[in-house]
Nanobody
Framework: QMKLVESGGDSVQAGESLRLSCSAS?????MGWFRQAPGKERELVAS????????KYADFAEGRFTISHDASKRIHYLQMNSLLPEDTATYYC?????????????????WGQGIQVTVSS
């Protein structure tokens, strides 16, 4: 059974950086990061296929966040720079065994348990 485990969440000051990691127990073809703030719907942060295709970023993530993947370790990362208080949320890693599926939460097959990121001003 596939298991995704996130790490790297923390409480930081605005302007600082964090790197989230997601370790997978089995293979996948696409991966992504979503987030959900209290009272809001879960939204895409970034996603990509393991071959580097279908890379997608939310508007708020463009230029500040970078998704990457270490195929040898089955780990994917979300590097977050210039964090803002509005980035405060629970971040979820996601994966699927269909190329291009990870840009939409409806098509994600596997979810991590979520990890908290808090950014204070």
């Amino acid at each position: 059974q596939m298991k995704l485990v996130e790490s790297g969440g923390d409480s930081v000051q605005a302007g600082e950086s964090l790197r989230l990691s997601c370790s997978a127990s089995q293979y996948y073809y696409c991966m992504g990061w979503f987030r959900q703030a209290p009272g809001k719907e879960r939204e895409l942060v970034a996603s990509m296929d393991i071959n580097g295709g279908n890379m997608k970023y939310a508007d708020f993530a463009e230029g500040r966040f970078t998704i990457s993947h270490d195929a040898s370790k089955r780990i994917h990362y979300l590097q977050m720079n210039s964090l803002l208080p509005e980035d405060t949320a629970t971040y979820y890693c996601a994966a699927a065994r269909t190329y291009g599926a990870c840009a939409s939460s409806d098509n994600v097959r596997f979810w991590g348990q979520g990890i908290q990121v808090t950014v204070s001003s």
